[in-house]
């Protein structure tokens, strides 16, 4: 009911397209983010954030090799151009994601160590920094002069 009356106040319908494409763009980011956070089972979402340099610029890992989790506690990049290994390697490293990928050669082995208290407590501020980082910082600003004000 509230979108069919917006919908027939030209001024409302542009502040809600603009609300709506906003907090979809939120909720889009915080799923993302959610997705890439580090928790106890492997996922290639983790490794989303790697870049790794190549020809002179930096590539996203999933962009220069494959990315498969084929077990819940293990990780593996397979790259399409092998001389890249030891960079890949470094990029995972330096990603400051507590992995540590293991070379042999053909195949980047990353095991995904269990969570432990520490990491469980790390992982609860993470997120909540997520969800910080996330929501939209005035995207109720068009909507508090509609909304009424309480009175002390």
């Avoid at 890439?36 to 610029?57: E, F, K, Q």
């Avoid at 994601?97 to 082995?109: A, E, F, S, T």
């Amino acid at each position: 009911m509230a979108v069919s009356v917006i919908a027939g106040i030209p001024a409302l319908k542009e502040t809600y397209t603009q609300l709506k494409t906003r907090m979809d763009k939120a909720v889009e980011d915080f799923r993302t983010n959610l997705a890439a956070a580090r928790t106890g089972r492997a996922s290639v979402l983790m490794l989303d954030t790697v870049r790794v340099p190549y020809y002179g610029s930096e590539m996203p890992l999933n962009q220069v090799a494959q990315v498969h989790a084929p077990e819940p506690q293990l990780l593996t990049v397979q790259p399409y151009d092998p001389g890249i290994m030891a960079d890949i390697e470094k990029a995972i490293r330096s990603a400051g994601l507590g992995l540590n990928p293991q070379n042999d050669g053909k195949l980047i082995r990353i095991p995904v160590p269990p969570l432990t208290e520490e990491r469980r407590k790390d992982m609860v501020k993470h997120l909540n920094k997520i969800l910080r980082t996330t929501a939209p910082r005035s995207a109720t600003s068009g909507a508090t002069a509609m909304t009424p004000s309480r009175k002390p």
